[in-house]
């Protein structure tokens, strides 16, 4: 029987005359020789870069044998394990644990945002102290949206109102102009960030 060695050198073309003839015998009779030429012949092929597009190989077979060929292995089955520290006790404690934990994130949430608004309210010193939004319209009172007065009651109305009062009206437009243009600000800065 040819070995490695000497089939390698048969395909260099080293092996000639009488060796050559006896290693072809060799190669011709045994299948694993045979099996062992093609791979040779496929290793090369591939070192050259000239492998074909298309490859058969004839796994199907060798994997079935290959299955066949494995034991069966039987597993037992599993057998319920006994409780270890005395019954509902350790579930007990792992509950309050996941509940306690759950009830610090929770905290830790909540201090978050408390910190945060704390930190980026910030108050302006031209701003008047009247609140932006005021629940009081600016004319003074509220007034139900169905109900419609006379013109000349609305115009007695305005009159009346004392230069104090039209400067709070004044101050109070003043906040809402203020407030709209820092919401304005605070969109655009957004959208850049975007």
């Not at 319209?137 to 009159?159: F, I, T």
Request: contains cysteine; negative net charge; charged residues 20%.
């Amino acid at each position: 029987m040819a070995n490695k060695e000497q089939l390698s050198a048969l395909m260099d073309g080293v092996l000639d005359g009488e060796q050559g003839r006896q290693a072809i015998d060799e190669v011709m009779s045994d299948a694993e020789q045979q099996a062992s030429w093609s791979r040779y012949h496929l290793i090369g092929d591939a070192m050259r870069g000239e492998l074909p597009d298309t490859m058969q190989f004839d796994l199907c077979d060798k994997i079935a044998l290959a299955l066949e060929a494995e034991p069966t292995v039987l597993a037992p089955q599993p057998t319920p394990a006994a409780p270890r520290h005395g019954g509902k006790v350790i579930p007990l404690v792992r509950r309050f644990g996941q509940q306690m934990g759950q009830y610090a994130i929770a905290a830790s949430v909540a201090a978050a945002v408390i910190f945060g608004v704390q930190h980026y309210q910030v108050q302006d010193p031209v701003a008047p102290v009247n609140p932006v939004l005021n629940t009081i319209p600016v004319g003074g009172n509220a007034a139900p949206v169905s109900v419609h007065y006379p013109k000349d009651d609305s115009r007695a109305r305005q009159q009346a109102l004392t230069e104090q009062q039209m400067n709070e009206q004044r101050e109070r437009i003043n906040a809402f102009l203020r407030d709209h243009q820092l919401q304005q600000r605070l969109h655009q800065a957004q959208q850049v960030q975007e």
